[in-house]
Nanobody, 126 residues
Framework: QVQLVESGGGSVQTGGSLRLSCAASGATNSRNVMGWFRQAPGKQREGVAAIYTGSGATYYADSVKGRFTMSQDNAKNSVYLQMNRLKPEDTAMYYC???????????????????WGRGTQVTVSS
């Protein structure tokens, strides 16, 4: 079992920044892959970024490339999502997810992940 707790959400204006955190606990070998997803009201959950925790390799959705950066701190069992140059369309509930294995082609697909946090709200006003 893996427990994930997100934090760091809030309200910012267009162009602002936020840093989300996801603290993980539980089986280490069940979180070899971790991802950030978001879901806006009335929309499907979409993948934002993912990381292979062993290698540190990261992958991003086209919509956030160059603005968002995913990182990890293995000593703190945490992953982070630094979000810069935020736009109103980034407004959503942001979720952290984990699994023991996800293929490269499925990294940003929500149905590839077993463990989920409860989310943290990000609101970007124009």
């Amino acid at each position: 079992q893996v427990q994930l707790v997100e934090s760091g959400g809030g309200s910012v204006q267009t162009g602002g920044s936020l840093r989300l955190s996801c603290a993980a606990s539980g089986a280490t070998n069940s979180r070899n892959v971790m991802g950030w997803f978001r879901q806006a009201p009335g929309k499907q959950r979409e993948g934002v970024a993912a990381i292979y925790t062993g290698s540190g390799a990261t992958y991003y959705a086209d919509s956030v490339k160059g603005r968002f950066t995913m990182s990890q701190d293995n000593a703190k069992n945490s992953v982070y999502l630094q979000m810069n140059r935020l736009k109103p369309e980034d407004t959503a509930m942001y979720y952290c997810a984990a699994d023991d294995f996800v293929s490269r082609s499925r990294l940003l697909m929500s149905n590839a992940y077993t463990y989920w946090g409860r989310g943290t709200q990000v609101t970007v006003s124009s």
